[in-house]
């Protein structure tokens, strides 16, 4: 199936991709970023012509009313003029807002944009999913534009004081959710507009449980996290630790015996397992969507490597075990571990959930 994605480059587009990434046999995306769809031409209508599905992921959340309102209209406008242009009628699923039931200017520029996609699809004859979204968190989002979780997490991992409303409610969805609700919709279309569902909970709790993880976190404790909601919450507050958080040097306890040093601390239980790796060799090369996971060197000297997806950037740790320290790996980063050393590596790895074969979580894909 071929998909093509507008907004490919923004919050949920970047979700969608890290969704579809390792389904390449059954997707093949077809990337419509929002200088194409407002240039038009042939790089928009090619794209089109070739598409079974679209999903219009492309806005504007933050600026003056009368540019959020021209511009989430224009560019609904812009898509469906575009298939007419082509005679192309593909699926789409639009990315709409809970605040459609609102009187500001972002929820009118939304279901205006709604009733544009309905239009065209009854005009048609084809399939239109609106998707009434809440308030969506995840990793990479923006400060200070996508949301207040990532507003938070930015100002409490820098020290930063956040101005916090102690009696306001939000329903939060976590933006993995609604990328496997759009992938389930790609698979099985529905012709209607769908609420999606997330947890209502006040906005100081969310601040509280954010302030509680950087408590434990830079105290080398890895949090309570006790169901999927708060493990997506700690995994955003990880993303938007500085590069420079890592490695993380471990604090001897010496007497005449030697030394003991703590590798993890942590309140929810895991899965601990070492390895011996021959020089030159290396391990990993795959990626998680939700494990934290700890790499410890605590014999010999390796190069430890990360590489978001989507990104050509790769991040390179030097450790060796006469200075034991570790690094947690960041969710949809790719990583890998290699012996640059002259004798036997020896590495100590903690997760936080016990290895299930059946779902490992755990995708394939070189550094």
């Known amino acids: 199936m071929r998909v093509a994605i507008t907004g490919p480059n923004g919050f949920l587009g970047q979700h969608l991709r890290f969704a579809l990434f390792p389904l390449s046999s059954e997707f093949e995306t077809l990337l419509l970023d929002r200088h194409v769809l407002e240039e038009g031409g042939a790089k928009l209508l090619d794209p089109l012509k070739k598409c079974d599905a679209l999903v219009h992921l492309a806005g504007m959340n933050r600026g003056e009313d009368n540019e959020i309102y021209l511009t989430n209209v224009g560019l609904a406008e812009q898509v469906v003029n575009a298939c007419d242009r082509v005679n192309t009628k593909p699926t789409i699923i639009f990315s709409s807002s809970t605040q459609i039931a609102k009187s500001n200017i972002y929820g009118k520029s939304k279901k205006k944009a709604m009733e544009i996609f309905r239009t065209w699809g009854r005009r048609n004859g084809a399939i239109v999913t609106n998707l009434v979204i809440p308030n969506i968190f995840g990793e990479f989002g923006r400060p200070f534009y ?58 100081a709790e969310v601040y509280d449980t954010l302030v509680s993880f950087k408590k434990d976190y830079f105290n080398n404790v890895v949090p309570e996290m006790n169901d999927s909601f708060e493990c997506a919450l700690f995994n955003t507050f990880r993303s938007h630790l500085p590069n420079d958080f890592y490695p993380r040097y471990l604090d001897p306890k010496r007497d005449v015996r030697g030394a003991l040093f703590e590798v993890v601390k ?90 299930n074969p059946a779902d490992p979580d755990t995708y394939p894909e070189k550094v």
Do not use: M
């Open 146 to 203: 996508n949301s207040a979780v990532a507003t938070f997490c930015h100002q409490i991992v820098r020290g930063e004081n956040s101005e916090v409303n102690p009696t306001a409610v939000v329903t939060l969805v976590y933006a993995q959710e609604v990328a496997k609700l759009i992938l389930e919709l790609l698979r099985e279309p529905r012709n209607q507009d769908i609420p999606v569902p997330g947890r209502e909970i006040k906005i």
């Open 266 to 355: 942590e309140r929810t239980g895991g899965h601990t397992f070492f390895s011996f790796t021959k020089p030159g060799f290396t391990r990993g090369e795959h990626y998680h969507t939700r494990k934290f996971e700890r790499f410890c060197v605590i014999q010999g000297k390796a190069e430890i490597k990360l590489r978001k997806l989507l990104s050509n950037e790769v991040n390179s740790f030097i450790v060796e075990g006469s200075r034991p320290s570790f690094i947690d790996i960041p969710t949809f980063y790719t990583h890998n571990i290699t012996n640059i050393g002259d004798t036997d590596l020896l590495t100590l790895f903690w997760a936080n959930e016990i290895f």
